[in-house]
């Protein structure tokens, strides 16, 4: 099918561009952009007059709950709540029940992404089987299944040995590992941000030192394998300075940070609301604003949604008891252009950490309007005002701390492979 999507703002971060210009798309790639080649004529075109003409969205965190926790949410579901929030590739954690430790579960969750026709689905395998840290798994087999790294979700493994023989074989064979950077010990029973506000409300603490040990371990395994690590969910200002001097150092890392601790400290989980319950927790304002900075010059590469999932039996307990985690797949694009609109970054630069930023870390082919590029469009409205809550969610889970707010910026219409499949 030949398409053109016309009289929109067309924003590519990959090849820099933020122009008025149409998009034309035959056989689910990218033809051209501005004048439509010669001899082509259009099967369908969509007037975009208003709206901007995006990459579909990269999201390198989304907890799917499938398989083994389908009662909080279901991979239907959420990849449906993916592509309404303009998310067209998606990296899944591999901490499901069973673990994504075996090839025939990730071409499993493959098989069942593919039937369901819309988000493009790139699984982590688990770096140990069982995740348990113990044993590496067969990286080469999961890799030909379809894994784009390898993973340890949640702390950092008490034995830094195993982590070094895993990193070893990693950079053998060219993979990525992903690690949350978090002590194994220090903080463990933790569910705040250890300052006044959790002093006050005697809620036990995770110091930001769990972080900054965490990274600096990491970094020495680093300097000894040579391989690629991504860090996950980066929290504080110290853990933001030492990626900094780290990747002035030239060590192959790159890092991401959650969407919503962009804009959320400690002192907003007021008095124990566990929608602000999250891992790792809420900072200080001067972690919040470090952490801007950081994304903002490039020391942290990417903005994901950290997308978890949780039931009301979860997270209608007192908060030092809830489960951790907040929807985010629809929120992600609102609030990404929330903070490039309050720190002044222009929308090209903002929009590069939520489409071919993720797409490198993750290596797979995604995040453009160049052409020969899929086709993978997402078509935003930017001042369209929404009220976060049940009927405009359609993620199996709304529990979030911006239930019943307002955002501005909406998700019209997304094409994958050229195809129109919302809107």
């Known amino acids: ?3 053109s999507i016309r009289n929109g703002r067309l924003i590519d971060p990959q090849g820099g561009i933020d122009r008025h210009a149409d998009l034309h798309i035959a056989q ?49 579901t959420e990849l449906d709540a993916a592509l309404a929030g303009g998310i067209t590739s998606l990296c899944c954690p591999p901490d499901t029940d069973p673990p994504l430790d075996e090839p025939g579960l990730v071409e499993m ?25 113990e044993v590496i798994t067969e990286m080469g087999e999961l890799s030909d299944a379809g894994c784009v790294g390898f993973a340890q979700p949640g702390r950092v493994v008490a034995d830094l040995q195993f982590l070094l023989r895993a990193m070893q074989y990693a950079h053998t064979f060219g993979h990525t590992v992903w690690l949350q950077p978090q002590d ?8 705040a941000h250890a300052g006044p506000v959790a002093s006050r409300l005697g809620l036990s603490t ?17 300097r000894e394998t040579g391989c690629r690590v991504h860090l996950c969910r980066i929290s504080s200002a110290g853990g933001v300075e030492l990626i900094r001097r780290a990747k002035a150092e030239g060590l192959p890392i790159s890092a991401d940070v959650a969407v919503h601790h962009l804009h959320l400290v400690d002192v907003d989980i007021g008095f124990f609301d566990s929608r602000y319950r999250v891992d790792p927790p809420f900072r200080s304002q001067r972690d919040r ?10 020391t942290i590469d990417v903005i994901c949604s950290d997308h978890t999932p949780v039931d009301d ?33 222009a929308a090209v630069d903002a929009l590069r950490r939520v489409t071919m930023s993720p797409a490198r870390v993750a290596g797979i082919e995604a995040g453009s309007l160049e052409p020969g590029a899929m086709a993978d469009v997402c078509l935003y409205a930017p001042d369209e005002p929404w009220l976060v809550g049940r009927p405009n969610l359609r993620s199996q889970s709304v529990h979030t701390p911006y239930l019943g707010f307002e955002l501005t910026g909406r998700v019209r219409q997304v094409l994958v492979g050229g195809r129109l499949i919302t809107g």
């Open 1 to 3: 099918m030949r398409l």
């Open 28 to 76: 689910g790639r990218i033809v051209a952009t501005g004048a439509a080649p010669a001899g082509f004529g259009p099967d369908r075109e969509i007037d975009a007059t208003g709206l901007w003409v995006l990459p579909g969205l990269v999201d390198l965190a989304a907890r799917l709950r499938e398989p083994g926790h389908e009662y909080m949410a279901t991979l239907d």
């Open 109 to 133: 969750l493959k098989h069942r992404a593919r039937l369901l026709d819309g988000v493009r689905l790139y699984p982590l395998g688990a770096l140990s089987v069982g995740l348990r840290g």
């Open 184 to 191: 194994a010990s220090i903080g463990r029973d933790g569910v």
């Open 206 to 222: 995770v110091p930001t030192i769990a972080e900054t040990i965490a990274l600096n371990a990491i970094f020495d395994l680093v």
């Open 289 to 298: 604003d470090a952490i801007r900075a950081g994304v903002r010059d490039g």
């Open 313 to 345: 039996d979860a997270k209608h307990l007192p908060f030092g008891e809830a489960e951790p985690g907040i929807t985010g797949l629809e929120l992600l694009l609102p609030l990404t252009m929330k903070w490039a609109s309050e720190d002044g970054i």
